[in-house]
Nanobody, 122 residues
Framework: VQLQASGGGLVQTGDSLRLSCAAS????????MGWFRQAPGKLREFVGS????????SYSHSVQGRTTISRDNAKNMVFLQMNSLKPDDTARYFC????????????????WGQGTQVTVSS
């Protein structure tokens, strides 16, 4: 199983980024996908998720309204579009996969990638 996140980088406040996650080694279309982030010294936190059955997405309060999660089952990929980035968004971003419906909790996810770093300068 592999989850390879990409698209991170150094951006300025107000910029946008689109993170991608390429999945392999499992039946992607039957797994819900989540995005999480972890800043230095902090716990890993939920950013958003997208369900496998109907593609419904949910988001954390901190990114709601400026973030969109989408998936392409034909390409085994999930995306995280983040707009109006803030310095508080600086973190390593991880994609994760789980069987069943989407879930905001870290322990619910079976598979994790290595993440991609997002740094937002003020």
């Amino acid at each position: 199983v592999q989850l390879q996140a990409s698209g991170g980088g150094l951006v300025q406040t107000g910029d946008s980024l689109r993170l991608s996650c390429a999945a392999s080694g499992f039946t992607f279309s039957r797994h819900s996908m989540g995005w999480f982030r972890q800043a230095p010294g902090k716990l890993r936190e939920f950013v958003g998720s997208i369900g496998w059955l109907d593609g419904s997405a949910s988001y954390s309060h901190s990114v709601q309204g400026r973030t969109t999660i989408s998936r392409d089952n034909a390409k085994n990929m999930v995306f995280l579009q983040m707009n109006s980035l803030k310095p508080d968004d600086t973190a390593r971003y991880f994609c994760a996969a789980k069987t069943g419906g989407p879930d905001p909790s870290v322990p619910a996810y079976n598979y994790w990638g290595q993440g991609t770093q997002v740094t937002v300068s003020s």
